[in-house]
């Protein structure tokens, strides 16, 4: 799987935006990039994921560039519950199962009031 | 739906003793994982299990046996504990529709051998 390069930590004001970054150059044709959170304590939370296309849903936007290259995590609005560990992830999205998701140190990401 | 649940949350065992953590899902999932959490560090694969009757090693087995009981559950024994197994641990379960798969922890054992 290819690997992803993101930030250690970042710090967000409630109730703008948290773009969150993430890079993996070596990313390959069929590999799909995922992002998950940890809030502390808990086990990690689903977010989003996609392969070359935006993705939205309820709780955040990934977009990813034209190269796929690198992409970047969006919280529309965050809030003081949005500070958590979050990780971008990619890997092969064929067959048999989810069982070599190497999560890295992701990104602490601290929204302040 | 409870989801994955682990038990117990919290463990203390001596060096040299053994003890099985339990997951279990109620989700009809067929993949099921168990991760280690090291302090300041993302996940680590211990063992994962793609279906029902078959287990495969992760990133890092030594030390550890798995057995994959039935669908629901997945269990996780460490025979002789040592301090280096001193973790938080997060079992995990799987489904997958088409290109949509997500995984869902529980949360999470917090494991310390002395």
């Known amino acids: 799987d290819a690997k992803t390069t993101q930030p250690t930590s970042m710090d967000c004001a409630e109730g703008r935006a948290a773009n969150l970054p993430c890079n993996h150059s070596?990313?390959?044709?069929?590999?799909?990039v995922y992002w998950y959170r940890q809030i502390h304590s808990q086990g990690p939370q689903y977010i989003i994921h996609?392969?070359?296309n935006n993705e939205t849903n309820e709780m955040a936007s990934l977009i990813i560039t034209e190269d796929r290259k690198s992409s970047t995590l969006i919280l529309p609005h965050a809030t003081l519950r949005d500070t958590a560990v979050y990780y971008c992830?990619?890997?092969?999205?064929?067959?048999?199962?989810?069982?070599?998701?190497?999560f890295g140190k992701g990104t602490k990401l601290s929204v302040k009031p | 739906n409870a989801g994955v649940t682990q038990t117990p949350k919290f463990q203390v065992l001596k060096t040299g003793q053994s003890m099985t953590l339990q997951c279990a899902q109620d989700?009809?999932?067929?993949?099921m994982y168990w991760y280690r959490q090291d302090p300041g560090m993302g996940l680590r694969l211990i063992y994962y299990?793609?279906?029902?009757?078959?287990?495969d090693k992760g990133e890092v087995p030594n030390g550890y046996n798995v057995s994959r009981l039935n669908k629901r559950e997945f269990s996780l024994r460490l025979e002789s504990a040592a301090p280096s197994q001193t973790s938080v641990y997060f079992c995990?379960?799987?489904?997958?529709?088409?290109?949509?798969?997500?995984?869902?922890f529980g949360s999470g054992t917090q494991l310390s051998v002395l």
């Open positions: 995990a379960s799987s489904y997958r529709i088409g290109t949509n798969e997500k995984l869902f």
């Open positions: 070596t990313i390959s044709g069929n590999e799909y």
């Open positions: 299990s793609a279906s029902e009757g078959t287990t």
């Open positions: 992830i990619v890997r092969v999205n064929y067959g048999g199962s989810q069982g070599n998701l190497i």
């Open positions: 996609g392969l070359k």
């Open positions: 989700m009809n999932h067929n993949s």
